[in-house]
């Protein structure tokens, strides 16, 4: 580099003249690139990106060391990027006589949200061989392996980062007359050797929040940026209470917090205010001097610069490939959230037929990925030792595109599991306190022998045979080649194209058998206080059954299946044959299930838009019932159900709102007096009169005994008093007579009981005028 150059100063190029002077100018260019190192490590205190400077693998180049242990003078194989410890080129004491120091302190801290490794400026070579997993990292790097579990989880990170002094070698060491141990050059065990080791230490805080739904993803990112950005502003008080307002407090108590740091702590945080704690004592915990600080990054120097019978990088992978690699890794870690997801949704937790062909998938795949990256590790070891083409790894990603693991295959599996665990946990939100059965669980029941019938709404078609699970274990058992991949058999034919959650008319029958069971589950309930009903349950379980595909209705009678397809109608609404001022008597019909002879039937009631419903029952099967105790002028409907022994049966719909009369009716009626043309009645007045209903007057009914056909004849009262006399009756003549409370607009209150008068023989104008006068 011409000593002119702007990025070098004149007293810099001198310096570099005169070393070239000293150890011999066929030396030049080692010197040149070494002093590129330093140049590099000049570039950090300034704020230059190393990494912009690298060269092909062959160069003088830095990287971090993602908390590997390392030392000034330790080998590198960039082959397979891993230090060498125990080997070195020089003495130990050499080594230290002629280190140079350089303080470079420095803090800086930043919020993450993805892309873990461009913190740690790991390039594309490291991550290649991160993601075949020749790199075992620890201390903060351990970062880069904390994934997400889950895609209901939101996700923030704090990085610490601080920097305390920078050791490298001087010129004086590199000569080769210098070297203590020239055979580690015909080993060929490493290409590279550490010149220079940056030091400090990094903390990684990675708080995760968990919700819900993908709808307040949103709100629980917003949440955590806003918590996170306070994290280095907050003030400890004395005793160590963090000074928090209640409502970040409220925001903060569902943080979980992971660390990873290069900082030996006596306890992890795992709450937000613990992670505040210790961000606080992150100084301190480096030391005054930063003497705890650990190696960060490391320059390394080629040694082919210095024998030429050093192994060295015979070719690098393209950084275009290296994203392809990531972006399949991603891709399979994007399928394991998913599979995590529907692990713990309520469908997988309530069947094990959907949890165990999901743990199956995500176990193949997983151990597909494993396959994958012990041939990318062996792919990388062949291009880097021995040349070989790029082409070797490019066959392996399009090896993977036409396996039976390709992304579209498993997506498109997921994606069915996924509706298929929906539609599950709709019905079971739906038909929410219902006891889900395992099969040993509904066997047990089946055989208790104080269970005597059961109605379980199946689930029919969640056992069925997954051929597409069948051809990855397949493709894992014929020992799939990463590094020479054989395509899918021709018998593959990928996930199966409709599922019954897809078929529009199993998904329409699903719905009434659902419906249908919310009527039995209501019925069942309002039946348990008849004799025997006890024993009757309902459930949900999974029964594989392929004649009914999705779901069905099974009734179970003394541990026996008696129908698979349980249908039942309901009855038509009770019909209205008489009504009082406190009864209401029904005429009740049974609809045509086929469940057996009706043991009772079961009435509820109550009043209009309340629905506080009471209920009585009927003796035996009788068709007719009298539901008594209700309140005058108080609007009821009713309902009833029929039981069977199996089970009950639906409820009718109710009636419409009937309206019982305004007053009980008048008491102690009597015939006080009986002429041959003319009868007195007497009585008194109604016990009981409806809410806001007053009695303006009475009215008295009266026909001949012998008249059934005959309409009433009445005769209303002068206001409200309590006798009245019925006039131009016929003598010798006896008629049935009854009184009821007219209530004015709310009507004829209920009538009393009927009494008997009779007129006397007809006696003349004399006596008929008494009667009158009377």
């Known amino acids: 580099?011409?000593?002119?150059?702007?990025?070098?100063?004149?007293?810099?190029?001198?310096?570099?003249?005169?070393?070239?002077?000293?150890?011999?100018?066929?030396?030049?260019?080692?010197?040149?690139?070494?002093?590129?190192?330093?140049?590099?490590?000049?570039?950090?205190?300034?704020?230059?990106?190393?990494?912009?400077?690298?060269?092909?693998?062959?160069?003088?180049?830095?990287?971090?060391?993602?908390?590997?242990?390392?030392?000034?003078?330790?080998?590198?194989?960039?082959?397979?990027?891993?230090?060498?410890?125990?080997?070195?080129?020089?003495?130990?004491?050499?080594?230290?006589?002629?280190?140079?120091?350089?303080?470079?302190?420095?803090?800086?801290?930043?919020?993450?949200?993805?892309?873990?490794?461009?913190?740690?400026?790991?390039?594309?070579?490291?991550?290649?061989?991160?993601?075949?997993?020749?790199?075992?990292?620890?201390?903060?790097?351990?970062?880069?392996?904390?994934?997400k579990t889950s895609r209901q989880q939101s996700r923030l990170t704090l990085h610490y980062r601080v920097t305390s002094h920078f050791e490298e070698l001087t010129m004086?060491?590199?000569?080769?007359?210098?070297?203590?141990?020239?055979?580690?050059?015909?080993?060929?065990?490493?290409?590279?050797?550490?010149?220079?080791?940056?030091?400090?230490?990094?903390?990684?805080?990675?708080?995760?929040?968990?919700?819900?739904?993908?709808?307040?993803?949103?709100?629980?990112?917003?949440?955590?940026?806003?918590?996170?950005?306070?994290?280095?502003?907050?003030?400890?008080?004395?005793?160590?209470?963090?000074?928090?307002?209640?409502?970040?407090?409220?925001?903060?108590?569902?943080?979980?917090?992971?660390?990873?740091?290069?900082?030996?702590?006596?306890?992890?945080?795992?709450?937000?205010?613990?992670?505040?704690?210790?961000?606080?004592?992150?100084?301190?915990?480096?030391?005054?001097?930063?003497?705890?600080?650990?190696?960060?990054?490391?320059?390394?120097?080629?040694?082919?610069?210095?024998?030429?019978?050093?192994?060295q990088l015979a070719r690098e992978v393209s950084i275009g490939l290296v994203n392809q690699c990531q972006a399949l890794m991603d891709r399979f870690h994007d399928i394991e959230m998913r599979c995590n997801d529907l692990i713990e949704s309520p469908a997988a937790q309530a069947f094990c037929e959907i949890k165990d062909k999901v743990q199956t998938f995500r176990r193949m795949v997983l151990e597909f990925q494993a396959v994958f990256q012990k041939g990318l590790a062996q792919a990388l070891l062949s291009i880097r030792r021995k040349a070989q083409d790029d082409s070797i790894l490019l066959g392996m990603l399009e090896g993977v595109g036409r396996s039976p693991f390709r992304y579209c295959w498993l997506d498109s599996w997921l994606e069915k599991r996924e509706k298929e665990g929906a539609t599950v946990d709709g019905y079971l939100a739906m038909l929410e306190g219902v006891d889900v059965l395992s099969k040993s669980q509904l066997n047990r029941v089946l055989v208790d022998p104080m269970t005597e019938h059961i109605v379980c709404f199946a689930f029919t078609s969640l056992g069925a045979e997954d051929h597409y699970l069948q051809e990855l274990s397949q493709c894992l058992q014929t020992k799939w080649n990463a590094t020479e991949p054989n395509g899918a058999s021709a018998d593959d034919a990928g996930p199966s194209g409709e599922g019954w959650f897809d078929v529009a008319s199993v998904l329409t029958q699903m719905r009434k058998w659902a419906c249908l069971f919310l009527q039995i589950m209501e019925s069942n309930k309002c039946s348990c206080g008849t004799k025997g009903k006890e024993s009757s349950k309902v459930s949900i379980a999974s029964v594989k059954d392929e004649t009914y595909p999705g779901a069905s209705l099974y009734l179970y009678s003394q541990g026996i299946l008696v129908n698979n397809q349980l249908t039942l109608q309901k009855a038509d609404r009770p019909s209205i044959s008489c009504v009082t001022d406190s009864s209401v008597t029904l005429h009740l019909k049974k609809p045509p299930d086929n469940l057996g002879p009706v043991l009772s039937f079961k009435v509820s009631y109550g009043p209009v838009a309340i629905h506080d419903w009471?209920?009585?029952?009927?003796?035996?099967?009788?068709?007719?019932?009298?539901?008594?105790?209700?309140?005058?002028?108080?609007?009821?409907?009713?309902?009833?159900?029929?039981?069977?022994?199996?089970?009950?049966?639906?409820?009718?719909?109710?009636?419409?709102?009937?309206?019982?009369?305004?007053?009980?009716?008048?008491?102690?009626?009597?015939?006080?007096?009986?002429?041959?043309?003319?009868?007195?009645?007497?009585?008194?007045?109604?016990?009981?009169?409806?809410?806001?209903?007053?009695?303006?007057?009475?009215?008295?009914?009266?026909?001949?005994?012998?008249?059934?056909?005959?309409?009433?004849?009445?005769?209303?009262?002068?206001?409200?008093?309590?006798?009245?006399?019925?006039?131009?009756?016929?003598?010798?003549?006896?008629?049935?007579?009854?009184?009821?409370?007219?209530?004015?607009?709310?009507?004829?209150?209920?009538?009393?009981?009927?009494?008997?008068?009779?007129?006397?023989?007809?006696?003349?104008?004399?006596?008929?005028?008494?009667?009158?006068?009377?």
């Not at 190192?37 to 062959?58: C, F, H, T, W, Y």
């Not at 971090?64 to 000034?72: C, S």
């Not at 594309?124 to 201390?139: C, N, R, Y």
């Not at 009169?689 to 009433?712: H, I, M």
Request: some cysteine; overall charge negative.
């Open 614 to 774: 009471a209920w009585v029952d009927t003796e035996g099967d009788t068709e007719t019932l009298t539901v008594t105790g209700l309140q005058p002028y108080k609007e009821y409907t009713f309902r009833f159900l029929p039981v069977y022994r199996p089970c009950a049966g639906l409820l009718s719909e109710s009636t419409a709102g009937i309206v019982t009369l305004p007053a009980s009716p008048p008491t102690q009626v009597t015939v006080s007096s009986a002429q041959a043309t003319c009868v007195t009645i007497g009585w008194t007045h109604p016990t009981l009169v409806g809410a806001g209903v007053n009695t303006c007057r009475y009215v008295v009914e009266y026909l001949e005994s012998q008249d059934l056909e005959d309409e009433w004849r009445e005769q209303r009262t002068e206001g409200l008093t309590c006798t009245c006399t019925l006039a131009n009756l016929s003598s010798a003549t006896t008629y049935r007579v009854r009184v009821s409370a007219d209530c004015g607009p709310a009507g004829l209150g209920t009538p009393s009981h009927e009494v008997v008068a009779v007129t006397t023989e007809e006696r003349g104008l004399a006596e008929l005028t008494e009667c009158l006068e009377g």
């Open 172 to 311: 004086s060491q590199l000569g080769a007359q210098h070297i203590t141990y020239p055979s580690v050059f015909e080993q060929g065990s490493a290409t590279h050797v550490i010149t220079g080791v940056l030091y400090g230490a990094q903390a990684f805080f990675v708080f995760d929040l968990h919700h819900s739904s993908t709808g307040n993803v949103r709100d629980c990112s917003g949440n955590l940026q806003v918590m996170i950005q306070k994290i280095p502003m907050f003030q400890i008080e004395g005793r160590g209470s963090l000074d928090m307002s209640d409502e970040d407090k409220k925001r903060v108590e569902n943080f979980r917090c992971t660390f990873h740091g290069d900082i030996f702590l006596d306890r992890n945080p795992v709450t937000y205010q613990e992670a505040v704690e210790v961000y606080s004592t992150l100084p301190k915990l480096l030391g005054d001097r930063r003497e705890n600080a650990v190696p960060l990054r490391v320059w390394l120097h080629p040694l082919k610069m210095l024998d030429p019978k050093a192994a």
């Open 1 to 147: 580099m011409p000593a002119g150059s702007p990025c070098l100063q004149p007293s810099m190029a001198l310096h570099w003249k005169n070393d070239a002077a000293l150890y011999g100018y066929e030396q030049v260019a080692v010197f040149v690139l070494f002093k590129l190192s330093e140049l590099k490590s000049l570039a950090v205190g300034v704020g230059i990106n190393p990494g912009a400077m690298a060269g092909d693998g062959n160069d003088i180049f830095q990287m971090p060391t993602l908390g590997r242990p390392v030392r000034i003078g330790m080998l590198y194989d960039r082959r397979t990027d891993t230090f060498i410890p125990g080997v070195t080129l020089w003495d130990l004491n050499a080594l230290k006589t002629n280190l140079d120091v350089q303080l470079k302190p420095s803090t800086e801290y930043n919020i993450i949200s993805s892309d873990e490794g461009s913190c740690l400026d790991v390039d594309a070579s490291l991550k290649a061989s991160f993601l075949g997993g020749l790199v075992e990292v620890s201390g903060s790097a351990k970062y880069l392996t904390n994934k």
